[in-house]
């Protein structure tokens, strides 16, 4: 049995070691590549896509188009992280609003009956560092899971293939089981 391949688009986090280091632990294997070199297609020997998150701000669409492109065009399972979900939303037509400085872990309601969801309770706990969030989800999004400090932690794209969660996975338990479930719709 082959070991599936993982596109991880790095979007200048600090914490992107962490991210790989979770997949590969999942059982996958991953190649990153810069915002700036993502490919004009993904390649057949993927099998999912996952974005960091990011230090330029997500309203900066000129410079994501390219990889929103990328995501849109695939066909294969896409987490956005952060950041990174923070630029499908705008892409799709969302607001970021500015928020309080968040860092740390925050508790979080999801909704169990997702499968990315399938090996955690319906609380759980998060890592949080941003001060930006979505304050609804942009159409053709659904809000599955949501905290007192961001009204959308998590979102769903209507066809069940493109993920994003405001929160950090690569820390903490939660985050670990959260990655299992994405792990589980391409592995």
Known sequence: MS???????????LSLPQLRRRIEDLGSSTETVDTSSVPSRLSSGYQ???LSGTKVRAWNTEFYRPLVDLVMNSSVPVLGICGGMQLLAMAAGGRLVEGQQRVGSYDARVD??????ACVEPTVKVFHRHTLYLDQVPTGFRNIGRSD????????????RIFGSQAHLEFRKDGFEILRGFTRLYG
């Open 3 to 13: 070991v599936p391949r993982v596109l991880m688009v790095n979007n200048g986090t």
């Open 48 to 50: 999912a896509i996952v």
């Open 112 to 117: 169990v009956d997702e499968p990315l969801f």
């Open 149 to 160: 400090q961001a009204p959308v932690e998590f979102m769903a794209s209507d066809d069940g």
